[in-house]
């Protein structure tokens, strides 16, 4: 990929849905810079890196502070959860 602009805004989205049809809540991955406010909680999380793209770093902050949680919350904890 080569940016052919100084204006290009790149931000990532990682969305997650169960085989039931549920969904975790999103998360937003956007450029170094203010924040937007969010109003809806549910929503999902927003972070960001100098890049707008996802790493490491933040999908394990989103495993552990998102995706955990809603597995324990929403789903028989006596069937297996796949990840890939």
């Known amino acids: ?17 169960s085989a039931a049809g549920l969904t975790v809540p999103l998360l937003f991955v956007l450029q170094d810079g203010p924040l937007p406010d ?8 927003i972070a960001h890196s100098k890049s ?6 933040i999908m394990a902050d989103w495993v552990e502070k998102v995706f955990i949680p809603f597995v324990l919350e929403h789903c028989n904890l006596l069937k297996l959860v796949i990840l890939w």
């Open 1 to 17: 990929y080569k940016a052919s602009s100084d204006n290009l805004e790149l931000s990532t989205l990682l969305e997650c849905v």
């Open 38 to 45: 969010i109003s809806e909680p549910d929503v999902g999380r």
């Open 52 to 57: 707008g793209w996802t790493d490491s770093g």
